[in-house]
């Protein structure tokens, strides 16, 4: 309920924003120059700049196993001193929106989910920027503004624990799962509206509620946290978790937990986004490290650490395989309907 009602003041606020922005255009940033810059020295042109800068603070909620090596790399790379606060996206969201508020400049670059990154978007509180990097995105992910560059890929998949369940067994598409055999074996994470959303929009309206339907009669466990879902499903409390994120289960399998994972048809890819702050205290180091963030050098280092890349000219099995791609605006904008519809199916008792 808690995620619901963050999802119910995005919503509303999303409103509010668009009502502002169909009055008014949005007028040029403080650092447009600086963030748009294109010459051929455009990286050295950066460093110079960003070591007078002297510091760059990202906001993410990106685990911190992943996010401090990251910065690290970074760090050695450029000599540029960086700043890590984390915490989950409705947090990130929360703090971006009352600095800007309040007119402090303290996040340079900001790190997290899609919808959220749109919010953001949407509250005037990023900036367009360049980076010769945006080429190898994939075009599909990256917003018309271009105020937020697609940085990792979500994947909702089908996990399971192979002590209990072999590969095999497991059908190609989600209807599969309405067999009798996998009553009570299922397990859903407590929040994934969105989830449902995607595949009944993937499905067609008819075919994707009759599925949800004949799913709450399997009577799946739900559980709150997609980390704790995944491990749940590695400990054999759940034999099979049907929206896992791919990440979650390719850590703890590369830790030699009794977990693998494969993509159900259909399988929904969520952008996570990254963007610079408008007011961002130091735009020349938030440049780069924006670059960084999505260049194949950063890119790799993500997909080492299980995290889905979204450069494609990093090959990764995290992303070889067909998906549909969710629209980060719809899922803001439809977010009340699905979470209302959602919590009367799977957490109303």
């Known amino acids: ?28 940033g403080p650092h447009d120059a600086i963030l748009m810059y294109q010459g051929a020295d455009r990286e050295a042109w950066l460093l110079e700049r960003a070591r007078k800068e002297g510091t760059v603070t990202l906001y993410t909620s990106m ?10 790399a ?21 703090r971006v929106i009352n600095e800007g508020r309040t007119k402090r400049a303290v996040a340079d670059v900001i790190e997290t989910n899609g919808p959220e990154m749109e919010m953001l978007s949407r509250e005037r509180l990023l900036a ?13 992910m990256i917003p018309k503004h271009r105020q937020w560059m697609p940085d990792r890929i979500n994947f909702y998949v089908v996990a399971f624990n ?3 369940v072999k590969r095999e067994e497991l059908p190609k598409h989600y209807e599969g799962f309405l067999d009798p055999k996998w009553k009570q074996r299922l397990g859903l994470e407590a929040t994934d509206a969105e989830w449902m959303a995607g595949l009944v929009h993937s499905m067609g309206e008819a075919r994707g509620m009759a599925f949800f339907k004949k799913l709450v009669e399997q009577k799946p466990d739900v559980r709150k946290g997609h980390i704790l879902l995944a491990q749940m499903v590695a400990a054999g409390e759940v034999p099979v978790g049907l929206t896992i994120y791919n990440a979650n289960a390719q850590s703890l399998k590369q830790r030699g937990a009794p977990i693998d994972w494969l993509p159900v048809e259909p399988t929904l890819a969520r952008p996570q986004g990254l963007a610079v702050a408008r007011n961002a205290a130091h735009p020349h180091a938030a440049a780069l490290l924006a670059d960084f963030m999505i260049s194949p050098e950063g890119q790799q280092l993500m997909s080492s650490m299980g995290r889905p890349p979204a450069n494609v000219k990093v090959k990764s099995s995290l992303t070889n395989f067909n998906y549909v791609l969710t629209d980060s605006a719809v899922v803001l904008d439809e977010a009340e309907k699905w979470n209302q519809l959602w919590t009367r199916m799977f957490l109303t008792k």
């Open 1 to 28: 309920m808690k995620r619901l009602s963050h999802w119910l003041a995005l919503a509303t606020l999303a409103f509010a924003s668009l009502l502002t922005q169909a009055q008014a255009p949005t007028p040029p």
């Open 63 to 72: 685990a911190p196993t992943e996010a401090s090596p990251l910065l690290k």
């Open 74 to 94: 970074f760090e050695a790379k450029y000599g540029i001193k960086t700043e890590l606060w984390r915490a989950l996206s409705e947090g990130v969201v929360q």
């Open 128 to 140: 367009e920027f360049y980076s010769p990097h945006t080429a190898d995105l994939p075009p599909g």
């Open 162 to 164: 192979t002590q209990k």
